[in-house]
């Protein structure tokens, strides 16, 4: 037995690879494109390592060219799911017996294989199946995932060496246990990292889990599986089986041995979960741990002292960026009435040249919603502004779904900040503005913390370290990631830890310690090497004396 005590170095992040006209990086993720686009893959199940078909099938499309199929992938029942619960919690024992090392060792060597051999096969099938630009893809499928199971190896080796004091004559250990039973992940269409991370974390800790992947994400999630078995991940540690969330519910939220969730989606979905795991605490083994990221209504708020210019890129690219389909997306913003008529003739300007099309085509910022269900719901929210007295329409505001679900971004300035595409989730390519007098700067801040029930990131422009501070005070539960002078999104594993409170999740803090200590269940161990052999303690000896 190897009785090395190691301890891992802090990372770097994975380098951003730009994909400049005529680099030989560009020419490599044209040709898988051009590959991935010219076939139709048939995606199994993987339970226990194995694949396993099933009659029932559904069709991986690209959302920007909704006739073309990509895939036709097979969907679990509950006979399947079953299976799959089975094969996790046979697998568990051997798993979390592994040392942490073996275990990470695992998850280090898809981290390499996803930086080079198959970094242009991941982003390929997220920019198609997703409907990812180049740039987007590769800051999410694969630096995000790289940096998720990189640093999830330092994070664990920080938690393991982390042990308790001990005095002469006995000795002290924490065992960080994983958690009696098998996880559920329920993973997102919208990020493949978040995939990767929601199955890696919990099983980077020694927990053996059933994976359950968004309808629209089961290509590039499929590839990801692929890649966590070619690095030698034992069967039956994680269980892919694309089902739908009627039966994930009617099967793996009653079965005696959940130990966990591991969530990422809708607030609406998630209070299900929760909801569903209450009324079933009599069956269980122990409580279920439940993590979740949910829904954002994230906000940018900015006080006259901030420079214009750099408001105008943040909203742009906070808001619109992959179409607005973000939790961390820029959804509102609070503009002071001296800057807003300079910057919204800037805003429309902008916005009226972003182009949105096909991803292969690397000159458009934008390319699709994700499916019909989503163009719609956006469409509603637009639509519904259209008719009201109490907002208007600047810019965009029109959608097309003819041959791919395209939403032009959108620019609504509301005169009420209560109005509603300033309060609701609407997940789409979609800001609302309001604009406040420059002296109610203070009172806008609590209008800001008040108006919406998420609370998942924000961001606060001022050149005025007065105003930065009041703001960052007041707004302290407004959201779990805060940035000063940026964009609300981009979170950087290992920079800036990701999650909210309030109905925007748990906080967890993907991209740190933190989460992986969820997916631990410690347990003290005392030993005393030479016990006491009599009950009486010294104070009880008789010395004459009363």
Partial sequence: ??????????????????????????????????????????????????????????????????????????????????????????????????????????????????????????????????????????????????????????????????????????????????????????????????????????????????????????????????????????????????????????????????????????????????RATGDNLGNYLSYPKLIGETGGKDFILVHPSANMEEVATAIIRGAFEYQGQKCSAASRAYIPASMWPKLKRSLVEQINEIKAGDVRDFSNFMNAVIDEPAFNSIMGFINYTAKSNDAKILAGGVGDKTSGYFIRPTLIEAKDPHFKTMEEEIFGPVMTVYVYKDEDFDQVIDICDQTSPYALTGSVFANDRYALNLACRKLRYAAGNLYFNDKPSGAVVGQQPFGGARSSGTNDKSGSYLNLLRWTSPRTIKETFVPPADYKYPYMKDNGIH
């Fill in 1 to 274: 037995m190897n009785n090395a005590i190691f301890s891992f170095e802090p990372p770097k992040n994975e380098g951003v690879l730009n994909y400049e006209p005529g680099s030989i990086h560009r020419k490599e993720l044209m040709h898988e494109l051009d590959r991935q686009s010219s076939e139709i893959i048939e995606i199994p199940l993987i339970i226990g390592g194995k694949e396993v078909m099933t009659h029932k099938r559904n069709s991986v499309i690209t959302p920007h060219e909704h006739g073309q199929v990509l895939a036709s992938y097979c969907i679990a029942g509950s006979q399947e799911i079953q299976m799959a619960i089975d094969a996790a919690l046979k697998a568990r024992n051997d798993w979390m017996s592994l040392s942490w090392l073996d275990r990470a060792a695992v998850f280090l060597k898809a981290a390499e294989l996803i930086s080079g051999k198959y970094r242009y096969m991941l982003n390929a099938a997220t920019m198609l199946g997703q409907s990812k630009s180049a740039f987007q893809a590769e800051i999410d499928s694969a630096c995000e995932v790289i940096d998720f199971l990189r640093f999830n190896a330092y994070y664990a080796s920080e938690i393991y060496s982390r042990q308790p004091n001990s005095e002469f004559g006995n000795l002290n250990r924490l065992e960080y246990r994983a958690l009696e039973g098998f996880i559920l992940s329920i993973t997102p269409f919208n990020f493949t990292a978040i995939a990767s991370n929601l199955n890696a974390a919990p099983a980077l800790m020694g927990n053996t889990l059933v994976w359950k992947p968004a309808s629209t994400s089961v290509l590039s999630n499929y590839y990801l599986m692929k890649i966590f078995m070619e690095a030698g991940l034992p069967e039956g540690v994680i269980n892919f089986i694309p089902s739908s969330g009627k039966d994930i519910s009617a099967t793996a939220l009653k079965n005696k041995y959940l130990a966990g969730i591991h969530f990422t989606g809708s607030t609406q979905t998630f209070n299900h979960l929760w």
